[in-house]
Structure formats: structure tokens, C-alpha cells
């Protein structure tokens, strides 16, 4: 197992076999929005699809690619009749949901899509902290964003205190009186990347030009006081 956090491809720890067996249902929950604390989780992810959208002027006649679009609830916040392709590997995140008919392209994996389809926008929502091998991402969406596209990823602020406490305090909580088990179990084996690694990673590839944090209702939008953050890339290589 990988040992230096910046070294990709990175290894999950692996599920004890109790979290194994509720896992595919209690993720898909999650992502759902079923229950109190997951809907509220939910809710509070929200920001980080509204700020995909306000933050895209564009919009007429483009091509968007999502890479792990989940069960397709960003398409909730897309205004716009424009091609929509994803990306998602599993299948039974989206499979039912009512969305899949505004969806031109399902891949399950970003090489699958030619260099030569080129996309005016790539986004992601909540996905880039999921990503074993990032660098190979990051470098095969460069290749497929047309120039003048934009690259715009929204994430938690994993590595720091107040997402840390915002997940404790309710889907923790909430997953260790249903089931009693510790949720962060299921944190370490999804989120293998913090907030400063996707950062660090997006420099070498594209130019950052534009990053915003969520505020919380008493702090200030600094490190450590924000639950998400938005960051927005142009297409310009990085050697």
C-alpha cells in the first residue's frame, strides 16, 4: 500500500467485511439524499452545484461532459438543451433515475472518449476526492477540453476541521445509531484525496483561475472554515 499521500496511483484501505455487506445500499442512500442526515447532507452539497452553473456564462450551443455524475441530480440545476454526456461507473446509481433521457453518452470511463471529441466544459461534482489515479484523470480530460473550455470541480474540504465536524456531527451520527458503526471507516475508503492534493494536482495541468469556498454562518471563507470549495480551471497546459 501506498504510504506518501502524493503518490498515484493511490490504494483504498480496504472495508472490514460487516461495512462490505451494507455498503452499495448505504452509499446510494447517501447520494439519494434517503433520511434525515443524508438529506441534509444533501442539501448542504447543493452549493457546490449551484456554483457549477452561476459560474458557467456560456451556455448556448456547447458540450458538457460530468465525470462521475452519480445518479444524474446535477441535471436538476441545468437550465440550458445542450449535449450532456457522463461519465459514471456504476451503473445502479442512474440506471432509474429520470434524468438518463436528457443524457446523449454514458461512458463508464473517461478513456473510453476519443481525443478528438472535444468538450467545451468538464465539470464535476463531489468526485475529484474519490479519484485513485488523479494525475491520469486530470491529463486525459486536458486532452478532450477544447481551447477556450473550462474545467470547473466542486469538493468537500477533506484535510479540514469544519467538513471533518460537519460529517461527525450528522451522517456519523446518523450511520452509528442505524447501524452502529463509524462512518468515518467509509470516509477513508472513499475520500483518498484532500482538499490541498486536488489542488496541487489541477496546477500541473490546467491554470486555476478561480477558487471560492462555502461560508459558514459564523466564520470567515478561510482554510479550515469552509465545508466546500469550487475551483475553476482553463485549458492552458502547464509543462
Known amino acids: 500500500m501506498n504510504k506518501k499521500k502524493d503518490i498515484y496511483p493511490k490504494n483504498r484501505i480496504p472495508l472490514p467485511d460487516n461495512y462490505k455487506k451494507i455498503y452499495e445500499k448505504v452509499y446510494k442512500e447517501n447520494r439519494d439524499g434517503t433520511g ?5 447532507s444533501q442539501k448542504m452539497e447543493a452549493w457546490g452545484h449551484t456554483m457549477i452553473e452561476e459560474n458557467f456564462k456560456n451556455k448556448a450551443n456547447h458540450k458538457t461532459l460530468e465525470i462521475g455524475a452519480g445518479n444524474l441530480n446535477h441535471l436538476k440545476y441545468v437550465k440550458n438543451n445542450f449535449q450532456y454526456d457522463v461519465i459514471e461507473p456504476s451503473k445502479f446509481f442512474y440506471e432509474n433515475s429520470s434524468n438518463l433521457k436528457r443524457v446523449k453518452n454514458v461512458y463508464s470511463d473517461i478513456a473510453e472518449i476519443k481525443d478528438e471529441d472535444k ?3 468538464i465539470i464535476s461534482i463531489m468526485v475529484l476526492e474519490h479519484i485513485l489515479d488523479l494525475p491520469t484523470l486530470l491529463n486525459n480530460a486536458q486532452k478532450i477540453l477544447k481551447n477556450g473550455g473550462i474545467f470547473q470541480a466542486s469538493v468537500p474540504c477533506q484535510g479540514e476541521i469544519s467538513f471533518y465536524l460537519g460529517w461527525r456531527l450528522t451522517t456519523g451520527l446518523s450511520f452509528f445509531l442505524k447501524h452502529g458503526l463509524n462512518w468515518g471507516k467509509i470516509m477513508e475508503f472513499e475520500h483518498v484525496n484532500s482538499l490541498s492534493e486536488i489542488q496541487n494536482e489541477l496546477k500541473k495541468v490546467f491554470k486555476i483561475v478561480k477558487i471560492k469556498r462555502s461560508i459558514l454562518p459564523f466564520f470567515l471563507k478561510k ?3 469552509s465545508f466546500y470549495a469550487y475551483l475553476e480551471c482553463s485549458n492552458t497546459y502547464v509543462k
Do not use: E, G, I, V
Open 223 to 225: 482554510k479550515h472554515f
Open 119 to 121: 468538450y467545451d466544459r
Open 36 to 40: 434525515l442526515a443524508n438529506y441534509m
